[in-house]
């Protein structure tokens, strides 16, 4: 299971030499003793990848018979806290517990929604829609339609059905075909036909859908994403977009949320911890090379400059260095 979440561009990889039996020991001797050994926690949690995380979670448990994450809890605080416990929850689980509090409470943060749902891949929703029942007894598709409505909804219940085409091979014919049925569903008619949108867009595999917007573009002489803008609105519309910008460049897209939860006056914690620990094995070092094209100066200074104290070291540990 833990090898569908590995990417070769993370930045954290399995530690050699590893023990889980060790690792469990020192942990609790951290938390045991005398004031929490925060560094001792950090140099493990973050050194060690998803798989073998997990692996300490189960001998943590068998020795002590507590659940290592309630123990965390007890014992750190604030941002910190919730990072660890992001860093020892299985990914497909972390996933579902973020779309839960996504859409808790009064508002629904749609932000999230889309930037988890967009960059996961179909195996990995099909995971998480599984995981999201187990911990909550109801159906991921069932509390997205009762918190978003309209084409919106729609278009998130595709995604979260976990059905995009996953396959790197591009078919031409259909790139030109599906070129042509947006410009018809947009550009060319009276009003939009949201449903074709949808479809290709929530469909097809991404470089599949980078041939279709290059095809697109060449029979309407318009970026899709300027079609996407004149198209529809709100939700709908961000949520294509980010669909469109995912195709053409994924950790492009996730630099850019990175700069948004670092920039100005509060940090976002919830986006920040959310893509460094889910981004961590897969493409970390691809995000942060955006990030520093995108932004003159690097990620690790932005998170260095933005958080403090033992949240700060594990962040930057999880980072893997400053470009």
């Not at 990072?83 to 409470?105: C, E, I, R, Y």
């Not at 790139?175 to 449903?195: C, P, S």
């Not at 573009?217 to 961000?238: A, C, L, M, P, T």
Request: glycine share 8%; with cysteine; charged share 30%.
């Amino acid at each position: 299971m833990a090898s569908l979440w590995v990417g070769h561009r993370g930045t954290v990889r399995d530690y050699p030499g590893f023990s889980p039996s060790v690792d469990a020991e020192v942990i609790r001797k951290a938390i045991r003793g005398i004031g929490t050994d925060e560094k001792t926690l950090i140099g493990i949690l973050t050194e060690r990848s998803h798989a073998q995380r997990q692996l300490i979670v189960k001998e943590y448990q068998a020795a002590y018979g507590k659940e290592l994450k309630d123990d965390l809890k007890g014992d750190l605080s604030g941002h910190f806290e919730h990072l660890m416990v992001a860093l020892v929850t299985p990914p497909a689980m972390f996933d579902a517990k973020q779309l839960k509090k996504s859409m808790k409470g009064a508002g629904t943060n749609e932000d999230a929604l889309i930037e988890i749902l967009t960059t996961r891949t179909s195996r990995q929703m099909k995971e998480i829609a599984q995981a999201y029942y187990t911990v909550y007894k109801k159906s991921l598709g069932d509390d997205i339609s009762s918190e978003t409505s309209g084409d919106f909804r729609k278009a998130l219940l595709t995604l979260a059905d976990g059905r995009r085409d996953e396959s790197l091979k591009v078919d031409e014919q259909l790139a030109k075909k599906d070129a042509q049925i947006l410009y018809n569903a947009g550009e060319n008619r009276w009003g939009t036909d949201e449903d074709k949108f949808t479809e290709i867009l929530c469909l097809r595999s991404f470089p599949q859908l980078k041939r279709t917007f290059d095809e697109y573009r060449n029979i309407s002489q318009k970026d899709i994403e300027d079609s996407i803008k004149g198209e529809v609105s709100g939700h709908f519309e961000d949520l294509l977009l980010a669909i469109a910008r995912c195709a053409r460049n994924t950790p492009a897209f996730l630099a850019e949320r990175l700069h948004q939860a670092l920039k100005g006056a509060g940090t976002d914690e919830f986006t920040l911890n959310r893509i460094m620990v889910s981004r961590s094995e897969l493409d970390l070092l691809d995000i942060r090379a955006e990030f520093k094209k995108r932004c003159g100066y690097s990620l690790y200074s932005a998170i260095k400059s933005d958080t403090s104290g033992d949240y700060e070291m594990a962040l930057l540990k999880l980072c893997g260095g400053d470009d």
